[in-house]
């Protein structure tokens, strides 16, 4: 019995220790691997989060709107009687593009999240910001260049 006891807590060692360094090889590769998107875009996240912005449904539009660019993924939009933060469902490469694109609207006065495009890129959210969330995601946008 003593025999059998002592190769049953040997062998459940051994087990542990190639569990705990399994476990250690898996965190180690999960910590290598690249961060999605660029510091900007994870500082724009994380200002989002801290700053508990409220996420709208859509924001009021005129043909004097226009945008600041923060990265490819957010910008700032400058509506008919607001400032929004805008972000897209993927990178749009296309603001700085001199073709205007037909922008999708169910509305002519209204760009709603998920439904509507800026530019043929789909927004994926609108956050209502103030005039001082709008000067610190500039700056934030400004480590971009």
């Known amino acids: 019995d003593r025999f059998y006891y002592a190769h049953v807590r040997k062998r459940a060692q051994m087990m542990l220790r190639a569990t705990t360094a399994c ?9 290598a691997q690249p961060q999605t998107g660029s510091g900007v875009e994870q500082a724009i996240r ?25 990265n490819e993924k957010f910008i700032i939009y400058k509506g008919y009687d607001e400032e929004y933060l805008l972000e897209f469902s993927r990178n749009c490469y296309e603001l700085n593009e001199h073709p205007v694109v037909a922008d999708v609207r169910r509305e002519p006065n209204r760009v709603r999240a998920r439904f509507d495009t800026l530019r043929g890129c789909r927004i994926e959210k609108i956050f ?4 001082n969330d709008v000067a610190e995601l500039t700056a934030l946008g400004e480590h971009n260049e």
């Open 23 to 31: 476990a250690v090889l898996l965190l180690t590769s999960c910590a």
């Open 46 to 70: 994380d200002y989002i989060e801290v700053r508990q912005l409220a996420e709208l449904e859509f924001l009021r539009s005129s043909n004097r709107d226009h945008w600041t660019e923060l």
């Open 128 to 131: 209502a910001v103030n005039a």
